[in-house]
């Protein structure tokens, strides 16, 4: 199986200032149609998942533009340029390149 | 507008088996690869399973030869069979669309099964 490694697993930081996160895998996700299979979710305290960017860097729809996704092959980043009192919560990326989908351990945002 | 909506959750002895299922709606049904994945209490999140429109099917190593997903396109309905249940299964099960290239696009609410003496 694909490992998703992601750093830090706990990310304290102050409101306005830019929060960053990163994911590794152990195994390239570019598709033979030269998409790259790698996601970002998350979750806040009580809910479910939700999908916040696809393919490496398409943001989803009602996604705030302070959430931006980068990287290629195994190395990818979250980052958020101005942490919000909203934006507490858990972050995972996730691979769709193989089977079984694999996530990272999560990253845990929380306010100084 | 896309609804997941799981049930079937409980509390069951190891050893015993539980159904879960999974209503689906806003989208065509047969169309998507349809995914359970669940989170342990505290814990991250674990694909179990996943299931093609035409019914090819997809497992967890830790669940493997013990749940068996299905689905019933006329129903717009997803399952998980688990047996042998073990106290490690439990854990929030989240039923969840596939999207194109590799994704996940919407979660339902999850149901809780708790598998304990």
């Known amino acids: 199986d694909v490992v998703m490694t992601q750093s830090p697993l706990s990310l304290p930081v102050t409101l306005g200032q830019p929060a960053s996160i990163s994911c590794r895998s152990s195994e390239s996700l570019v598709y033979s149609d030269g998409t790259t299979c790698l996601n970002w979710f998350q979750q806040r305290p009580g809910q479910s998942p939700r999908r916040l960017i696809y393919n490496v860097s398409n943001r989803d729809s009602g996604v705030p533009d302070r959430f931006s996704g980068s990287g290629s092959g195994t190395d990818f980043t979250l980052k958020i340029s101005r942490v919000e009192a909203e934006d507490v919560g858990v972050y995972y990326c996730m691979q769709g390149r193989y089977w079984p989908y694999t996530f990272g351990q999560g990253t845990k945002l929380e306010i100084k | 507008e896309v609804q997941l909506v799981e049930s079937g959750g409980g509390l069951v002895q190891p050893g015993r088996s539980l159904r879960l299922s999974c209503a689906a709606s806003g989208f065509t049904f047969h169309n998507y690869v349809i995914h359970w994945v669940r989170q342990a209490p505290g814990k991250g999140l674990e694909w179990v399973s996943g299931i093609w429109g035409n019914g090819e099917t997809g497992y967890a190593d830790s669940v493997k030869g013990r749940f068996t997903i299905s689905r019933d396109n006329a129903e717009n309905s997803l399952f998980l069979q688990m047996n042998s249940l073990r106290t490690e299964d439990t854990a929030l099960y989240y039923c969840?669309?596939?999207?194109?290239?590799?994704?996940?696009?919407?979660w339902g609410q999850g149901t809780l099964v708790t598998v304990s003496s």
């Open positions: 969840a669309k596939d999207a194109p290239s590799g994704s996940i696009d919407y």
